[in-house]
């Protein structure tokens, strides 16, 4: 079975992957508030069903904007494990 890559992250910061997709949230929260306009526009581009994105839709985006940038050979490392 594949280790999902919040699995991983908390296994390496031994952390519960609770606490790990709580911290990411709070960075997907900061991001979503950030005073800088340039930056919240960045954010607002992930796709959401809610008010704001998920650790989940979060990592799909991030994982589909390299892909699609051609930098692929980026995710090698996670999908190897």
Not at 14 to 37: F, K, L, Y
Not at 55 to 81: C, F, M, N, R, S
Request: proline fraction near 5%; glycine fraction near 4%.
């Amino acid at each position: 079975m594949e280790e999902h890559l919040f699995e991983r992250l908390a296994r390496e910061r031994n952390i519960t992957v609770e606490e790990m997709r709580a911290i990411i949230s709070a960075r997907i929260e900061e991001g979503w508030n950030n005073p800088d306009s340039e930056k919240r526009a960045q954010w607002r581009k992930i796709p959401c069903v809610g008010e704001m994105p998920t650790p989940d839709e979060w990592l799909k985006y991030a994982v589909e904007t390299v892909e699609a940038e051609g930098q692929g050979e980026l995710l090698k490392w996670h999908k190897e494990q």
